[in-house]
């Protein structure tokens, strides 16, 4: 008879051999699922057929090696430390316990041989009287053992918790070896032995353990939940540029799960060497396959805007690439403002990204002059701020605004920031007859050049240009589930106001009779040339977002339901598009998945809503590895039953898409989380909520910079042994950055 006991699809059995029953006491070992039957001449399963063991107490899943239990040993220590002392303690007190009942045996024994029947009879008196035991203690040999046994167990734990703390916060390694820190630990431990600073090695042997038995776990957990997914490459680089020092990326994996929460875990943190792409494009290819995700499944690919490298790496691997919205935003301001003061870029990778803005008037002087003016109105305002009389004058001439003149923030003259320029001018145009009477004011000495009405003209355009890119980042930093549905109608109604040529011309007909015909032209053509570098920035990092074709997208964010960022016909075009994509998704669940809707669109063309036979996103994500297979065509009657089974199916999804665009149209109450919101009516839009898993799942701005910096402490210089410090920086980026979403999924609720 088998000694298998089947636990949901796993089938467990008991170690054979056990040499220390308190590490086993949770813990089964898993059958082979490929093999249901034992094998031949077999009557039990044996350890030597089990590749991996399973917890009874969280129910999760990590390899064995046949011979040996260290796995277990860990598993046991890092998740059930104190059922583990639990079970030791009461081991012990078993121990004492026999010792005790041993001892007091032999003693009875000896004293019924030497006893006379007088002693006896006295013996047997005291027998029938209670008496208090007497316990003795066990013997030193198993004592000293036992606390050996516990101060490994609390040494071990004490590194990973501080291994743990030196990944979050980003502190090297080689701490450990620094005095002040050895003194500490002596100081913190005393006469306790149970903790020492290990050595550096020891540390790298425990940061691998700790990054394997992770990625175990995150390979389970993918296996279980992921279904479509989005990839996002977060680049790490050194301050430092040595030859052989190479960059990090780590590897992003985003998914919903069947309760629409989001969640995410980090596949790998891989080295990215200079001019080794195509080494960078087989590592992300290996690492998908390793996890189990089908590459035909993930949606999008979100990469810094900034970062041409990866995102020439992401379209030879034929990923939809998504740039992040926060980079692109930033890549484009500081373009704006540097161009604006007349400096070079800091980062040469923004520069040949965002390109020139020279282009159109080409004129040194120009960028010369738009730079004077702004800096005039900069320069006077911090004089004001300066100055104790001039600051208190502006405050007793704006009483109601006295509290925000507090909050101006101030502008560095040599190092201009986007935020920190929108805001200035935005609060510093409200003032502006105040701020030109003071500096106009003879009784105050050293006064700066006051700004003219050309200085003031410019910073008015200037936030009238930047408004709507301001109001972007506050609604993406607010943002908590910032999909690529969400950010489609925002990038839509960006796009509209930059494409707008009138956008400057009621403050040119403000400014037509105070300033010269000449300078109004010259302004303009200044700001217009602001205004096409931003509008071609955005057609530049999204052209597949912006495009009508994607526009129905954003429909399934429930916020956005109503389509008013659309014309009629884009809403007319989003309807047939929900119908098809939601479709040919439903399609490719049921057996019949490779039948395409080309057979039925003929018949039904004009009828559903308009069908179109092309094929549409969705399904070239999903088929464009698949070979066509030649099958002969199958009979009238098969084919006749399964068109009319799709035109049912197609008339069913397009009734849903229907109510769905109809109950939002109406709809008076404000949705605050659209995943709430799919979750809770999942079971009225069966068709629907698929596909709105899908899309809803995609990432396109996140809470943290994609693209970091390595600490100066991190990024040391390789040369000693380049190959150890690229794994073992690897191995530790890889814990900060799963650590850091562990982080972040416990303080944010979607």
């Given at each position: ?170 502190r090297p390694l080689r701490m450990v070896l620094e005095p002040g820190f050895g003194a500490f630990v002596a100081h913190i431990s005393g ?266 003209f410019l910073a008015e355009g200037l936030v009238l240009l930047w408004r709507p890119l301001q109001e972007v980042l506050q609604v993406v ?274």
């Open positions: 008879m088998s000694n298998g006991v089947a636990h949901g699809e796993l089938t467990l059995f008991d170690c054979p051999r056990i040499r220390k029953s308190e590490y086993w006491q949770f813990i089964k070992l898993v059958a082979p699922t490929a093999t249901t039957t034992l094998p031949e001449g077999q009557t039990h399963w044996v350890s030597q057929d089990a590749t991996d063991a399973f917890c009874l107490r969280c129910n999760k899943m990590f390899r064995f090696v046949k011979g040996s239990s260290n796995s277990v040993r860990r598993h046991m220590e890092r998740f059930h430390r104190k059922e583990l002392l639990k079970r030791q303690a009461q081991q012990a007190n078993e121990e004492k316990r026999a010792t005790v009942s041993y001892n007091k045996r032999n003693t009875t024994r000896k004293a019924k041989r030497q006893s006379s029947p007088e002693q006896e009879t006295a013996a047997e008196e005291n027998r029938s009287s209670p008496a208090p035991i007497h316990e003795v203690p066990a013997a030193m040999p198993a004592k000293k053992q036992r606390l050996e046994s516990l101060y490994a167990l609390d040494q071990r734990h004490s590194i990973e918790l501080m291994l743990k703390w030196m990944a979050t916060s980003l006469t306790d032995p149970s903790f020492s600073p290990p050595a550096v090695e020891a540390l790298h042997h425990h940061l691998e353990l700790m990054r394997e038995n992770t990625r175990f776990e995150v390979k389970q957990r993918i296996k279980k939940e992921v279904s479509s997914f989005v990839l996002s490459l977060e680049p790490w680089r050194s301050p430092r540029d040595y030859a052989d020092v190479p960059a990090f990326v780590e590897m992003h994996c985003w998914y919903l799960n069947e309760d629409f929460v989001r969640q995410s875990c980090v596949l790998d943190v891989v080295p990215m060497f200079k001019e080794a792409e195509d080494e960078l494009r087989t590592k992300l290819h290996s690492v998908i396959q390793e996890f189990g995700l089908q590459k035909h499944l993930a949606t999008s690919c979100l990469v810094p805007a900034t970062d041409e490298e990866l995102g020439n790496i992401i379209q030879t691997v034929d990923f939809q690439q998504v740039n992040e919205v926060r980079s692109m935003l930033d890549g484009v301001v500081a373009c704006s403002v540097h161009w604006l003061q007349g400096t070079a870029f800091p980062d040469p990778r923004a520069e040949r990204i965002s390109g020139s803005l020279e282009t159109g008037l080409g004129i040194v002087e120009g960028r010369q002059v738009f730079g004077e003016a702004l800096s005039d109105v900069i320069h006077s305002v911090e004089w004001i701020r300066s100055s104790r009389l001039a600051f208190n004058k502006l405050c007793e001439a704006h009483t109601v605004f006295a509290g925000e003149l507090k909050k101006l923030p101030s502008v560095s003259p040599s190092q201009w920031s986007f935020a920190v320029l929108h805001d200035f001018f935005a609060r510093v145009i409200l003032i502006r007859a105040s701020i030109d009477s003071i500096a106009s004011d003879e009784t105050f000495t050293q006064v700066p050049k006051k700004p003219n009405t050309l200085s003031w930093d607010n943002e908590k589930v910032c999909s690529t549905a969400f950010i489609i109608p925002i990038l839509s109604m960006v796009k509209q106001h930059f494409t707008r040529v009138d956008l400057f011309d009621d403050l040119q007909q403000r400014y037509l009779g105070i300033l010269a015909d000449s300078d109004v032209a010259s302004s303009v053509a200044r700001l217009q040339l602001l205004r096409v570098h931003i509008q071609n920035w955005l057609a530049k990092c999204y052209p597949t977002l912006l495009s009508p074709d994607h526009a129905w997208i954003s429909a399934l964010d429930p916020r956005y339901a109503r389509l008013r960022h659309l014309s009629e016909e884009e809403r007319e075009a989003c309807k047939c598009s929900l119908v098809e994509q939601a479709v040919e998704l439903h399609l490719s669940h049921v057996p019949h998945a490779t039948e395409t809707l080309s057979s039925l669109t003929g018949d039904l063309d004009g009828d559903l809503m308009g069908g179109d036979s092309r094929p549409g996103l969705m399904h070239r994500l999903l088929y464009e590895e698949e070979e066509e297979v030649v099958a002969p065509p199958p009979s009238a009657d098969v084919m006749s039953a399964r068109d009319a089974e799709l035109a049912q199916t197609r008339l069913y999804v397009a009734n849903e898409v229907v109510m769905y665009l109809n109950e939002h149209q109406v709809r008076k109450t404000r949705i605050l989380c659209p995943l709430q919101w799919w979750s809770a009516n999942r079971e009225r839009y069966p068709f629907l909520s698929p596909l709105a898993r899908l899309w809803l799942g995609t990432v396109a701005c996140l809470t943290s910079p994609l693209d970091r910096e390595l600490p100066s402490e991190l990024a040391g210089d390789p040369s000693a042994d380049a190959a150890s410090w690229t794994k073992s920086t690897a191995d530790f980026l890889y814990m900060h950055a799963h650590l850091r979403g562990a982080h972040m999924d416990t303080t944010v609720a979607l």
